[in-house]
Each structure stands twice: as structure tokens, then as C-alpha cells.
């Protein structure tokens, strides 16, 4: 058994669970990878049980397809399911904006814009560094109803958003959020919603751009329908 299991079963169960998450909603593990049990434990260094109850937790999240027998799938990007995931942050985060916004302190606006027009390099913390932007606001509505709903969709918005920022939309990611903290910082709440939106709508045409110019090879990471199965 490993040491860490001994000291603290539950603690080692979450780091399990998170790190393996993490590699997924990032893409370091892509769309359609097809896992094992032995080969989980290898990588994340853990026993059989913590990578059980993560990858439990993860089906559940419908991040991975457990297919006895065959193995573990990650899922893959369904093309049918963009429409509904944007449709969804086209409903709660522009709200979000308009109505909530006022919640958050004008230096909290004033350190995104700073961040969003300077310089920061590229990669995973600047992908959590969007999800946090988009996440303060729908943690500013303090509706439990909406941030647990928010919460089941957000680990798929990290993957399209990982997706898309291979096509190099950075610097244009970077404008709109800046865009977004503007209008907030000014006190323009209809604008700055109507920013939001217009971000969510160029990130939608992003995801669905890419798939259509990947190879036939990059192209077998997305699904055309959602799939019954891993094969």
C-alpha cells in the first residue's frame, strides 16, 4: 500500500482525483484516450483504490467512460454538445455580468485588465487564469443554484477553451476579457454583458473552426454525436 494511503486515505483520494482531472480538462491527456487501471496508477504513483474512486468520480463528471473490459475513455469533444455547453454560458454568464458585476471591487478589475494587456507568456496558468475570470462572476450572484450548475459545465468549457487556443486566439481572448473588465470597471453593465457574450459567441465559432481544420488523425479527439461507447 502506498505510504500516502496510510496517513491519509481521503487527502490522497482528492489528490488523485484532482491531478488526474487536471491532465484531462487541460488536454495533456486528449479527447479519446484510452486508459488502464495499471497504467493510471503508474503515472499518478498511487494504488488501485484512489485511481478507482477518481476515475468513479470523473464518470460521473462525464469527463471518462468506464467500458468493462476494455478499458477507460476519456470523452471526446461532441460536436452535438457545443451548442448546448455555449448555450448554457450564453444564459448565465452574461446575466452574470449585468446583474452581479457590481459585486466586484473596482481593483479586482483593475489587476484583470492589467493582466489581460500585459505580457504573460502562455500555457495551463493562463488557461486557469481565464477560468477564474469567468468564474467571479458567477460566483458574484451567491446563487447556489447557479454556481453548482456553473460547476458542471466549467471542466468542459476548460477543454474547449485548451482546444481552441492551440489556433492561436490568445491575444484575442486576451482583448475580450480585457473588453469585459473595461465595461465593469466603468460601470457600463449592459455593455459589458454584451461583451461577454460576444467572447462566448468568438470562443464557440473557435472550437468548431478547429475541429474543421484538423487532420483526419487530430479529428478522431471529437465525436460528431455524443457516443455510446468508446470504440
Excluded at 34 to 48: D, G, H, I, M, P
Excluded at 95 to 120: L, Q, W
Excluded at 139 to 154: C, G, I, P, Q
Aim: hydrophobic share 35%; net charge negative; aromatic share 8%.
Amino acid at each position: 500500500m502506498d505510504n500516502r494511503e496510510k496517513k491519509a486515505p481521503q487527502s490522497l483520494k482528492q489528490i488523485v482525483y484532482e491531478d488526474l482531472k487536471h491532465q484531462i480538462i487541460t488536454c495533456e491527456i486528449l479527447p479519446g484516450a484510452q486508459l488502464t487501471e495499471e497504467a493510471l496508477c503508474e503515472r499518478l504513483k498511487a494504488s488501485r483504490t484512489p485511481v478507482r474512486d477518481a476515475v468513479g468520480r470523473l464518470e460521473q463528471e462525464q469527463l471518462v467512460t468506464i467500458h468493462p473490459k476494455k478499458g477507460i475513455f476519456v470523452n471526446r469533444v461532441s460536436l452535438a454538445n457545443v451548442s448546448e455547453l455555449f448555450e448554457a454560458r450564453l444564459r448565465i454568464e452574461p446575466y452574470a455580468v449585468e446583474h452581479y458585476g457590481n459585486r466586484i471591487r473596482d481593483d479586482v478589475y483593475a489587476e484583470c485588465i492589467s493582466y489581460f494587456t500585459a505580457p504573460h507568456g502562455e500555457g495551463t496558468a493562463q488557461y486557469f487564469k481565464d477560468d477564474a475570470f469567468h468564474q467571479m462572476f458567477v460566483d458574484a450572484t451567491e446563487n447556489r443554484y447557479l454556481v453548482m450548475f456553473y460547476n458542471t459545465v466549467k471542466d468542459q468549457v476548460m477543454r474547449y477553451r485548451v482546444l481552441s487556443a492551440m489556433e492561436s486566439r490568445l491575444q484575442e481572448t486576451d482583448r475580450e476579457h480585457c473588453e469585459v473588465a473595461q465595461q465593469c470597471l466603468r460601470g457600463n453593465w449592459k455593455q459589458a454583458a454584451e461583451a461577454m457574450r460576444h467572447h462566448i459567441e468568438n470562443s464557440k465559432i473557435a472550437i468548431l473552426d478547429y475541429v474543421l481544420n484538423q487532420n483526419r488523425d487530430s479529428r478522431n479527439i471529437f465525436a460528431v454525436v455524443p457516443e455510446a461507447s468508446g470504440d
